[in-house]
């Protein structure tokens, strides 16, 4: 039809998508970040994120499964909880992704920066990620297959950089047992806590697949296959990374790499004085982060299009270019969105934003699949159920500045939802 868009991607199209969205930001930048509040302790929140992310991921696939429409938690909240709920997903999701894209266009310009050896201030860093912002929306508004060949080029180079790396480390300082044995050791439950909630957030690109359901071929099979792959290697590489960047550097100078031109990955490659290594590096580095961006630049906007469409944002955010069938206007808001949060010029805020706003998104997901009627489960009701308790849960440890702000927009959002059904309302009447 017209107006819908077209179902191009199989299951390894579906998995690079995912793990377009995931290795990126979360692996180059974020570790850092939840290292920097957590310590050695950083193994067991990448092991506590990793679970949670994984029960969500699941509740993710059935839903998209079952309601295999573009953007994913919006939708199912109208279906399966109330428009309130659904809205709120929506909003908060809006909030969350925008926050997580602008971290990756200022991580993929400090890691370009560190590479270069450019000494920029803050109004050149602003102004170099606004302009690669602009080029990243002009790809995505090309529409899916052309975004989705630029995304396997990306996944690629980033899984080699990341693969060379580890190996390295392996056959320079061995296997990492210390880490393992101080991350027992660390006691610190506040801040493990902490940084599992900044770390959950860095695994939940798995959502992008759900977030593409109508452009996705055989969605019932092919999106809860793609999840579940997509999460298996995401966790062993996430393990993997975290534990070459302790062994290499030890936990409290890896956590501080994250200040300045946040290109922590970069700062273990030049530790291990091994030649060209920095180079790949610092390839895969501003690879991942482009393959975050352009991958949520592609889920984002296709939240504004299903909100666009039910009327809770203007209805001309909802119509597709029919020369390329992309949601190009949707596309380009969403560039403007994301424009706004870079200029905060700080990694460590846009994240760490971010991590509140998103558990609220998934607690909703889980509750949405709590709902579901029994015909179309296609599993067990303990794991929404488990997935809606843990993002609840962890999204109170997070620094009350964060949860604050979140509430706050949460609850403005919520009234403009009341009074603008109160407008549809009295416009029917």
């Not at 109208?78 to 809006?94: D, E, K, T, V």
């Not at 400090?110 to 050896?117: K, P, V």
């Amino acid at each position: 039809m017209e107006n819908e868009l077209k179902r191009e991607l199989k299951t390894p199209g579906a998995i690079l998508m995912g793990l377009g969205s995931i290795v990126g930001t979360g692996i180059f930048v974020s570790i850092a970040i939840a290292t920097q509040i957590a310590g050695s302790g950083i193994i067991i929140a990448v092991i506590i994120a990793a679970v949670l992310a994984a029960l969500n991921g699941l509740s993710s696939a059935q839903l998209a499964a079952a309601h295999p429409v573009s953007r994913g938690t919006y939708e199912y909240g109208n279906r399966f909880l109330n428009s309130y709920f659904g809205f709120a997903a929506g909003w908060m999701f809006l909030i969350a992704k925008s926050a997580s894209a602008a971290t990756a266009v200022l991580g993929c310009i400090g890691y370009l920066f560190y590479a270069l050896d450019v000494n920029a201030d803050q109004v050149l860093i602003i102004g170099a990620g606004l302009l690669l912002l602009f080029l990243m929306t002009l790809l995505v508004s090309g529409g899916i297959k052309r975004s989705n060949q630029a995304n396997i080029l990306i996944v690629s180079a980033t899984l080699l950089g990341l693969a060379l790396l580890v190996i390295v480390s392996f056959f320079v300082k061995g296997f990492p047992v210390q880490p393992i044995i101080d991350s027992v050791n660390d006691t610190s439950i506040t801040s493990i806590l902490y940084g599992s909630a900044l770390m959950f957030v860095a695994y939940t690109g798995y959502g992008r697949i759900a977030t593409l359901g109508e452009e996705v071929s055989q969605p019932r099979t092919t999106i809860p296959k793609a999840i579940i792959l997509a999460m298996l290697i995401i966790v062993i590489l996430y393990l993997s990374v975290s534990l070459t960047a302790i062994q290499v550097m030890g936990a409290e100078a890896f956590g501080q790499t994250v200040e300045g031109k946040a290109a922590p990955l970069m700062l273990v490659a030049q530790a291990l004085s091994v030649p060209i290594i920095g180079s790949v590096v610092t390839i895969a580095a501003i690879t991942a982060m482009l393959g975050v961006l352009l991958n949520l630049l592609l889920g984002l906007s296709r939240v504004i299009l299903s909100m666009a469409r039910r009327k809770d944002l203007p209805s001309k955010l909802g119509k597709i270019n029919t020369r390329n069938q992309s949601p190009a206007i949707a596309v380009w808001v969403t560039g403007g969105i994301i424009g706004l949060l870079v200029l905060s010029g700080d990694v460590v805020f846009t994240w760490s934003f971010s991590a509140f706003t998103v558990l609220i998104y998934y607690a909703i997901t889980n509750l949405s699949a709590l709902r579901m009627p029994s015909e179309l489960r296609l599993y067990p009701s303990w794991i929404p159920a488990l997935g809606l308790f843990g993002c609840l849960f962890l999204a109170f440890w997070i620094e009350p500045t964060f949860w604050i702000g979140g509430l706050v927009l949460l609850g403005a959002g919520l009234i403009w939802h009341s009074i603008a059904l109160r407008l549809k309302a009295a416009h029917k009447n």
